[in-house]
């Protein structure tokens, strides 16, 4: 007999529902603590010569349940949260994790569930390459601007337009020693360590993702065939967008990246004519980065850039054409399919480094 599931997913424990589809048994109940041990233990208990499905929203701790359950010979089955909810309906009553996996069993037992991709182990390990060195430029920059607000804030001489991170050091460290309290100069001295060490953990981590680049078939396809795609943004393109049969047509991918225009929603929630902002933001910023080179008069497609910015402005250009980017890349990956994760070439030691 075949068993057909829904699992919800919280950082204390997790929540499960399933039912026997040819006796009607059903049970339900919590694995706690929730982690990779608790869970190999319960999943022992499925006969899987039988199918065994169970469905789980993409939320924060998917990763390790799936890898688990494949192991286990379960079929795993992630939805998309937010149209998981719209499916819902109507609130009536309070939400508890009991209905949630309720729910995910009975959407998944229709054949409603909306599902998401799960990407493969080493695109999952990319992401998360990416994403940390995203965290750590947020980070760092955070930390000139507060260089930037003690100066201000203690009347110093303007740091210029280099700024901190691009403007004389000596400069700088005259500035402090001469011109900021005792607090300000252990406040900026500070920023300025800190910054240093991420400096040091930036550094690493942009070699091993041009490293690792270099050698994903799919990002290789992507920085020769698009101008301004460079070897960060296209592993970026492959991690989100890669994949066989990821999307049915470019509009899709555009709208998953969150570089679509939001309409009149009837909620109120959502002001007309704004980016959506939703999907991956470390993907964003490498796409918009990647669409201001268009702003270079060599660039073959400058004069598309220079026509929007002449209508609107700067922002407004790099936005469309990190759009088109977007819809280039989607043609080119869709080609490949599950080609674009083959990995041509094992880097080398002296490439790729590591602490």
């Not at 719209?86 to 508890?96: E, H, V, Y």
């Not at 409603?112 to 947020?138: K, Q």
Request: proline share 5%; net charge positive; aromatic share 6%.
């Amino acid at each position: 007999m075949s068993i057909i599931g829904g699992l919800d997913i919280h950082r204390k424990q997790l929540t499960f529902d399933y039912v026997e589809t040819q006796t009607g048994r059903s049970e339900r109940g919590r694995i706690a603590p929730a982690d990779r041990e608790s869970l190999v233990g319960w999943l022992t208990r499925f006969d899987t010569s039988t199918p065994v499905a169970f469905a789980l929203e993409g939320c924060t701790g998917w990763r390790y349940v799936v890898e688990e359950m494949r192991k286990a010979g379960v079929a795993p089955h992630l939805a998309e949260p937010a149209d998981t909810a719209a499916l819902r309906g109507p609130k009536r009553r309070a939400k508890t994790d009991k209905a949630d996996a309720k729910h995910l069993r009975e959407l998944l037992d229709a054949g409603r569930l909306p599902e998401c991709y799960i990407p493969p182990e080493p695109v999952l390990e990319w992401r998360a390459t990416l994403e940390l060195y995203s965290d750590l430029r947020v980070e760092h920059t955070g930390w000139t601007q507060r260089v930037h607000a003690t100066c201000f804030h203690q009347g110093t001489t303007a740091l210029g337009e280099a700024g901190v991170v691009r403007g004389s050091r000596s400069r700088l460290d005259h500035i402090v020693a001469e011109q900021l309290s005792p607090v300000g100069r252990l406040q900026v001295n500070t920023a300025l360590s800190v910054m240093e060490a991420l400096d040091e953990h930036l550094d690493r981590l942009r070699r091993r993702i041009v490293a690792t680049a270099r050698q994903v078939a799919g990002a290789r396809a992507l920085m020769d065939a698009i101008y301004g795609v460079g070897p960060m943004t296209s592993l970026a393109l492959v991690c989100w967008l890669g994949g066989a049969n990821r999307f049915s047509s470019s509009r899709k991918a555009v709208r998953f990246v969150g570089l679509d225009i939001t309409v009149r929603s009837s909620d109120s929630k959502r002001s007309p004519g704004r980016l959506s902002r939703q999907g991956p933001e470390v993907l964003r910023w490498l796409l918009f980065e990647a669409a201001k080179t268009s702003a270079r008069e060599w660039a073959p497609t400058h004069p598309y850039y220079a026509s929007v910015r002449q209508r609107y402005d700067g922002n407004r250009a790099a936005l469309s054409q990190a759009r088109r980017i977007v819809r280039q890349a989607v043609h080119i990956l869709t080609d490949l399919g599950d080609d674009a994760f083959t990995i041509i070439r094992q880097p080398s030691t002296s490439t790729v480094v590591t602490r």
